[in-house]
């Protein structure tokens, strides 16, 4: 659960609201850098950013869905809206599909919530089709519940047939727990990069294993605390990389000036 959330004083969030990375969809803005230093839980930017890096060269078989995502599919009234917006995101057709839970219950209220798990969408380990597994770093699964009805919401859409709905199940991966209040982001974070390696080494193309074993073997509470400064290093190449590309650009423009009025 949250207890590590960061607040900003009124004369830092101005600065704080800095914007300093866009990267694909995502604006990442100064205050972001701060939660990453913590101890703070981690919001939903941070994880809409780490997810389109780790996209980055998947292909098609694999899907890493925003908080935004997943949280919109939860709360819309009836399966004909849930359809319409799942349409585009093809889940059916997906080996697999990645989607970060928020415990959430007020959609008016901007970054609440108190604790984020994984849930995954399977088609590609189990022989009998489907399933959904969920991730929670916290013993005894509390955002099981929320994940179940963003599941329930998400069956229909699997199987065609209704007589084999009730037939996709969720069941709980196993999962290395938190040792503190507010790293549960994180661990969606390293979890979802398990996985995306995992598949990449060509593991997940045949049925029959799953992600379980990588994920006990490469996610513990000493790999969370170094990802924080893994994600603020990769944040800080990227700005780089963009100042270079924009400096770059600035002086192939001043240089065409220059030959055509010379």
Request: some cysteine; overall charge positive.
């Amino acid at each position: 659960m949250a207890t590590g959330s960061c607040s900003t004083s009124a004369g830092g969030k101005k600065k704080g609201e800095e914007r300093v990375l866009s990267h694909g969809d995502v604006v990442l803005i100064r205050s972001d850098l701060a939660i990453l230093r913590g101890p703070c839980f981690i919001n939903d930017r941070i994880i809409a950013f780490f997810f389109a890096h780790l996209s980055a060269g998947l292909g098609d078989d694999l899907l890493l869905l925003p908080p935004s995502i997943p949280y919109l599919l939860s709360k819309l009234p009836d399966l004909a809206s849930v359809a319409a917006v799942a349409e585009p995101l093809r889940l059916a057709s997906r080996r697999l599909v990645l989607l970060p839970v928020n415990d959430n219950p007020d959609a008016a209220v901007a970054e609440g919530g108190s604790h984020w798990t994984l849930l995954v969408i399977d088609n590609a380990t189990s022989a009998s089709g489907p399933r959904f597994v969920h991730h929670d770093s916290i013993r005894g699964a509390p955002n099981l519940p929320v994940a179940s009805r963003l599941a329930d919401a998400l069956r229909p859409l699997l199987q065609s047939d209704w007589r084999r709905r009730a037939t996709v199940p969720v069941v709980e991966g196993p999962t290395p727990r938190q040792t503190n209040g507010y790293d549960c982001g994180v661990y969606v974070m390293a979890i979802a990069r398990t996985i995306c390696g995992w598949w990449k080494n060509g593991h997940g193309r045949l049925r029959g294993g799953d992600w379980f074993e990588a994920v006990g073997r490469e996610v513990n509470a000493d790999s969370v605390k170094a990802m924080r400064s893994e994600l603020l290093q990769l944040i800080n190449t990227l700005i780089q990389d963009k100042a270079k590309a924009k400096a770059s650009s600035t002086t192939s423009e001043g240089n065409n000036k220059t030959s055509n009025t010379g």
